[in-house]
């Protein structure tokens, strides 16, 4: 299957920085999604983006697809920030499932 | 919220026992999936119905079955249970035939304590 690795595994920030995340994966994909799990676990859809760049709010996330990545940002980090951030993947069209990385942990400190 | 219907939301049960988790996928998701988010594993995909029929097999043990019924809803039963069996056990759906053709939508998951 498709591996996905998540970079860094660990961010701590200060409430207001900016901060990139980085999804690398091994092969292509038609699927690639970004969630937010927060501290009670709850998985949050932040972003469905195969290919291209999309916004919300302080959030925006770009996938280069030709070159295996994509990149979750966060500007002005606010502490409801916090949580773990999967990258996920789906392949060709025959694939049934999600790929997930481990995630990336991040920690806004007030 | 996703719209993904998942009960109970926590569940604490002795080892051996059975337990069964149910799904209600969004309003016109024909498709659902079922995780295990475990804090050594990760996310592991388990299994995936679509319209009734399973589809695709994970990481799904023998003692774990599941299935979807005629309305949609799914339901994953857990027998013989071990304590490595305790887990956030996650539903998603979508209204494509498999996750290489359309966003997922995750329920807010079902934790299971195994004592």
């Known amino acids: 299957g498709i591996q996905v690795e998540q970079s860094p595994p660990d961010l701590i920030l200060q409430e207001g920085a900016n901060s990139t995340l980085r999804c690398n994966f091994s092969d292509s994909v038609n699927n690639l999604q970004w969630f937010h799990q927060n501290p009670w676990g709850q998985l949050i859809n932040l972003f469905y983006i195969p290919s291209g760049t999309k916004q919300n709010g302080r959030l925006s996330a770009t996938t280069v697809a030709t070159e295996r990545y994509s990149l979750l940002y966060i500007s002005s980090s606010q502490t409801t920030d916090s949580g773990v951030y999967f990258c996920?993947?789906?392949?060709?069209?025959?694939?049934?499932?999600?790929?997930f990385g481990a995630g990336t942990t991040v920690t806004v400190r007030a | 919220d996703s719209g993904v219907t998942q009960t109970p939301k926590h569940l604490i049960t002795a080892t051996g026992q059975r337990v069964t988790l149910r799904c209600s996928p969004r309003s016109g998701d024909l498709s659902v999936y079922w995780y295990q988010q475990s804090l050594d594993q990760g996310l592991q995909f388990l299994i995936q119905?679509?319209?009734?029929?399973?589809?695709a097999k994970g990481n799904i043990l023998e003692r774990f079955s599941a299935q979807q019924f005629p309305d949609l809803h799914s339901e994953l039963n857990l027998s013989s249970l071990e304590l490595g069996d305790s887990a956030l056990y996650f539903c998603?759906?979508?209204?494509?035939?498999?996750?290489?053709?359309?966003?997922?939508?995750f329920g807010e998951g079902s934790r299971l304590t195994v004592l």
């Open positions: 119905y679509y319209n009734g029929e399973e589809r």
């Open positions: 996920a993947v789906g392949g060709s069209s025959n694939d049934y499932k999600l790929s």
């Open positions: 998603a759906s979508s209204v494509a035939p498999g996750a290489g053709t359309g966003e997922l939508f």
